[in-house]
């Protein structure tokens, strides 16, 4: 059985998931080569952050101009990798990452509007 799963996602911004990425005190490679660690192994995504532990979080573009999730399922939710490290920094379902990139998000729509946020 695979534990490899792609999620359909909101994320089209790659310099909001660089600052997310920050955020943690991580950095996303968006060089197209790299490869997101998985129970079985590793597979290719469009973009990737590398996490500690044993699994990673990629980021797939698709036709939509969306980047979907891969990463193995044991990263967002289940009892087997609930100690992983990436999964503790990440949040359950991701949701720590998630709520960062809408958070880095937010402020570019305001900055594209010619206002600049007090954030404290």
């Known amino acids: 059985m695979s534990h490899l799963t792609v999620v359909k996602s909101e994320f089209n911004s790659i310099s909001a998931l660089q ?8 950095t996303l490679d968006t060089s ?3 490869k997101v660690r998985y129970w079985y192994g590793q597979e290719h995504a469009t973009m990737v952050l590398k996490l500690p532990g044993k699994y990673d979080l990629g ?4 036709a939509d101009g969306t980047y979907s999730l891969v990463c193995d399922t044991e990263l967002l939710g289940g009892s087997f990798g609930a100690q992983d490290p990436g999964r503790q920094l990440l949040g359950e ?3 720590t990452f998630k709520r960062e990139y809408l958070v ?6 305001f900055r594209a509007q010619g206002l600049e946020p007090q954030v404290t």
Not at 19 to 26: I, K, P, T, V
Not at 104 to 109: I, V
């Open 19 to 26: 600052e997310a990425a920050r955020y943690f005190g991580l």
């Open 32 to 34: 197209g080569e790299g």
């Open 59 to 62: 980021f797939q573009l698709q």
């Open 104 to 109: 880095a998000r937010t402020l570019e729509a």
């Open 93 to 95: 379902q991701a949701g």
